[in-house]
């Protein structure tokens, strides 16, 4: 369904463009779009080759502070009220301010970028965390404990797997805005990547560029959720079922 | 029977601090508990009846008075006792991310059975549980009754001399409870389990128990302790005998009187 909406806007793009005669320079056709993915290939992936290195990094670096971040928070009362308002303070700062302020800080290499994605993905990924920590249902916990667990076999066999599935809706948020960060990163300064094809591109009025440059930016964005989805599917087997079992009124 | 005695509370007392003061849930219980012997405790609703198991289990600790879990040579004290009985509390708590297997064994897992055995032991009990064909399952799929019958097996499983059962029936319907009450009588037949249950049904405390102990409203004190007459193995039509009905009639006029006693509607769950 979405896929056929979204080929009837590209069709009626086509025509408009073509009835109005629009200039190129101005809003190219998706044929043209299409050429100019197929024409400038190789440039393309090389500059996408840059924004995933920087995409990766800072999303490794959000989900290990993000977790870290949220296991202090939920397990560590001091933390959770000197930590967790600064967490969410750190989100009404524009991001966009800050990035060329990190340029100056730490250099115009690769690290100021893995930085800002750092800094807007690691959010929902602690927010979330944190809720499926404390989710969990205590009465749980207690049953371990009359079992003779330890703290550390209830964490293991009761925290770890109730939060997952609230971590990876952290980390399907986080995926998606990750790309965003890299652009924003790159925009403020860069020799490379797609967020810095598209201001070369745009003052050059290589329209079909920019477009082009935006078409890959989220397949790339795409990618990644859907790479996180696969992998929430495989571990949290139980969790769908269980939703699947709910949808059909399986268990009332 | 006079084998020796298992679990021994004395005198044991339990206040929570509240907004206004304490709040005394527990003001004097005593039991003993022997081999082989189950001890039922009823009482009227918000009584304290499940914090007696918590305290048991080792999960809260008495305000004053002692609790002594013994044989084996064994004296467990004060503080001690977690992973020394097994506990099964109202709930199911069956975790959804694991089958009916991996529930199962949860208590051996924890005890650092190696993964094969514990299979094995669970697996060789599955028929008795009626969970046959049913090991690679999810919680959500099954039953309320054969949900609790994972739990209990859960419980058994975890291989602890001293049995807690939370009122095991409490939330299945009326004919599930009766079938898995008539199961479980089969199943102490079986194996002669010690233990101690918590219920609010005096036909079910009579019927699966060894002493019944009465208890009063909030803060509860022993009011009664009946020894059930009747002779082993029990079976559900002993319920329909003039001295069963009897029984149950005085307890229930013990009960009536405390709960006119407990507080009103609003009354925390045990």
């Known amino acids: 369904m979405p896929l056929l909406l979204l080929a009837a806007l590209v069709g009626l793009w086509e025509l408009l463009v073509r009835a109005f005669q629009t200039p190129r320079w101005l809003l190219p056709p998706p044929s043209a779009i299409g050429h100019e993915i197929v024409a400038s290939s190789a440039l393309l992936a090389r500059h996408a080759l840059v924004t995933t290195e920087e995409v990766a990094a800072g999303f490794a670096v959000a989900l290990a502070t993000g977790v870290g971040l949220a296991l202090a928070i939920a397990y560590w009362r001091v933390a959770a009220r000197a930590i967790y308002p600064l967490v969410i303070a750190s989100q009404t700062i524009p991001i966009i301010a800050i990035a060329p302020l990190l340029l100056v800080w730490v250099g115009y290499d690769l690290r100021p970028k893995v930085i800002v994605v750092a800094l807007i993905s690691f959010f929902p990924i602690v927010v979330n965390m944190v809720d499926g920590l404390r989710a969990v249902d205590p009465e749980m916990v207690n049953m371990l404990r009359s079992l003779g667990a330890s703290r550390w076999q209830v964490f293991r066999k009761v925290q770890v797997p109730g939060s997952l599935p609230y971590l990876f809706s952290g980390i399907k948020i986080a995926a998606a805005v990750s790309v965003i960060g890299a652009v924003i990163g790159e925009w403020v300064g860069a020799s490379a990547g797609l967020g810095y094809l598209m201001v070369q591109a745009a003052p050059r009025f290589q329209t079909s560029l920019v477009f082009a440059s935006v078409l890959v930016l989220s397949a790339l964005g795409i990618a990644l959720f859907l790479l996180v989805a696969g992998a929430e599917r495989l571990s949290l087997r139980w969790h769908h079922s269980a939703k699947r079992a709910k949808a059909l009124d399986l268990n009332p | ?124 009990l599955l028929d008795t549980f009626g969970l046959s064909g049913f090991a690679r399952e999810y919680p959500h799929n099954l039953s309320g009754g054969m949900r609790q019958r994972v739990a209990f097996l859960r419980t058994i499983l975890a291989d602890k001399p001293l049995v807690l059962l939370d009122e095991p029936f409490g939330a299945l319907d009326a004919l599930t409870r009766a079938e898995m009450q008539a199961w479980l009588l089969d199943l102490w037949a079986g194996v002669g389990r010690t233990g101690v249950m918590v219920t609010h049904d005096v036909e079910e405390a009579l019927l699966l128990s060894h002493w019944v102990y009465v208890l009063s409203a909030r803060p509860a004190r022993v009011q009664q302790v009946v020894q059930v007459p009747l002779p082993w193995p029990r079976s559900r039509r002993m319920a329909a005998t003039a001295e069963f009905t009897a029984l149950k009639a005085s307890i229930l006029d013990v009960l009536w009187d405390q709960q006119r006693l407990a507080a009103p509607p609003e009354a925390p769950h045990t």
């Open chain 2, 1 to 124: 029977m006079a084998s020796e005695p298992v679990l021994q509370l004395t005198a044991v007392a339990k206040a929570y601090a509240s907004g206004q003061g304490e709040l005394r849930v527990l003001q004097d219980v005593s039991l003993v508990v022997r081999r082989g012997e189950m001890v039922s405790l009823i009482g009227p609703s918000g009584c304290g009846k499940s914090t007696v198991l918590n305290i048991v289990a080792g999960l809260e600790e008495p305000t004053s008075g002692s609790v002594a879990l013994l044989g084996d040579g064994a004296n467990f004290r004060d503080g001690r006792r977690l992973g020394r009985v097994a506990y099964m509390p109202q709930k199911d708590l069956l975790l959804p991310w694991r089958t009916v297997l991996g529930n199962a064994v949860l208590g051996l897992e924890v005890q650092g059975v190696g993964p094969r055995l514990a299979r094995e032991r669970a697996e060789a």
